[in-house]
């Protein structure tokens, strides 16, 4: 780079001038003239030499070589802060106040000298899902002397919460029957009626279509000594009160293993005995008693609000299946058989009218 101004100065096109005497002072004007031209010209390219360097260190030459690569910056979000939970005051538990539920007690009848089963078909539940213990006094009752006892049930739940239902039993005299053979009389019918591949809702329907059918009404009372007593007229005799009826079909469903209750009415102008029945669906009322032609209701597992509209249209007889509902387990409120007759609901079901009809089906 060095001999760029002194390539500049050979090769400068300027006019070759002639030096004489008598122009010496032109010429002295003209080397200083040149001078300056040279100096700046210098000057020019020593500028580009510097620029030329100053790039060079920060593009390598020759080498291929690129500008260093920057990695983009990515910012990095950062978690957020764990907040620590407030402590706050534990909720006071809601009180129980709910007491215990007993049901399935009814009047208890037994003959003198015989065994009694408080408990059977009684049940006790409580809200809080706890199991609950059924406490019954019967300290009062005299099994081998003739009269009518207090009965008290009680439960007591966790909480404090207390239930007593109170009923009666009576000691009666022996009614002479024969259990074995009754319970024979029973198992034979059984046997006669059903068979093995039937369901439990056609053998109970079939068995209470049987007592309905095959018993007649007797008007005079029977013997109601015991459960045992009105199945034997019912079975042997054929003939009973609204009491034979209902015990003849709950031999039947014991001998089914079918869960039954009895239910009493409540108030009325004369007594009244049916079935509160649980094929496994829940309870429902049966009543093999017949109802004649005018007033014709199939009453075979029924529940409470369909038994209300039979007493709606038997005006001639108000509260026929009134009862302590209170006593008894919650009944269900699913319709499974319509019974009622026809001259009450002409829209609905109508009750069979014949004695081939079909078994009725859930």
Not at 20 to 25: A, E, G, P, T, V
Request: one cysteine or more; charged letters at 20%; a negative charge.
């Amino acid at each position: 780079m060095v001999f760029l101004p002194l390539f500049f100065i050979l090769t400068n096109p300027v006019k070759k001038i002639r030096m004489d005497r008598n122009d010496l002072d032109f010429g002295v004007k003209y080397m200083k003239k040149q001078k300056l031209i040279y100096i700046g010209g210098a000057i020019f390219f020593l500028c580009i030499i510097i620029a030329v360097g100053a790039t060079a260190r920060y593009t390598p030459q020759g080498t291929g070589a690129s500008l260093p690569s920057v990695e983009p910056y990515i910012p990095v979000a950062s978690e957020p802060p764990v907040s620590t939970p407030v402590p706050t005051e534990e909720q006071a538990p809601i009180p129980d106040t709910v007491p215990p539920v007993i049901e399935g007690v009814t009047l208890l009848s037994v003959s003198l000298g015989d065994s009694v089963s408080y408990r059977k078909n009684v049940t006790v539940s409580d809200n809080s899902g706890e199991q609950i213990t059924l406490e019954i006094d019967n300290s009062a009752v005299i099994l081998d002397e003739i009269g009518s006892y207090p009965v008290i049930y009680s439960a007591r739940d966790s909480a404090g919460n207390e239930t007593f239902v109170e009923t009666t039993i009576s000691i009666v005299e022996p009614s002479g029957i024969d259990v074995e053979y009754v319970l024979s009389l029973a198992d034979q019918l059984i046997a006669e009626q059903t068979t093995p591949e039937m369901s439990l809702w056609d053998k109970a329907y079939t068995l209470w279509n049987w007592c309905r059918k095959n018993i007649r009404y007797s008007y005079s009372s029977g013997n109601r000594s015991s459960v045992y007593a009105g199945a034997y007229e019912g079975l042997h005799d054929r003939q009973g009160d609204c009491y034979a009826y209902y015990a003849t079909y709950s031999v039947l469903l014991d001998r089914l293993g079918i869960e039954n209750i009895c239910v009493t009415r409540m108030g009325g102008e004369s007594n009244h005995w049916w079935n509160l029945v649980n094929l496994g669906d829940g309870w429902y009322h049966c009543d093999c008693s017949p109802r004649n032609l005018e007033h014709r209701y199939k009453c075979f597992m029924q529940t409470d609000a369909q038994l209300q509209e039979y007493e709606a249209f038997y005006v001639e007889h108000p509260g026929y299946y009134q009862f302590d509902t209170t006593l008894y387990p919650e009944r269900e409120t699913t319709v499974l058989f319509d019974g009622k007759p026809t001259s009450v609901r002409p829209t609905a079901t109508p009750a069979p009218t014949t004695d081939t009809d079909l078994l009725p089906q859930p």
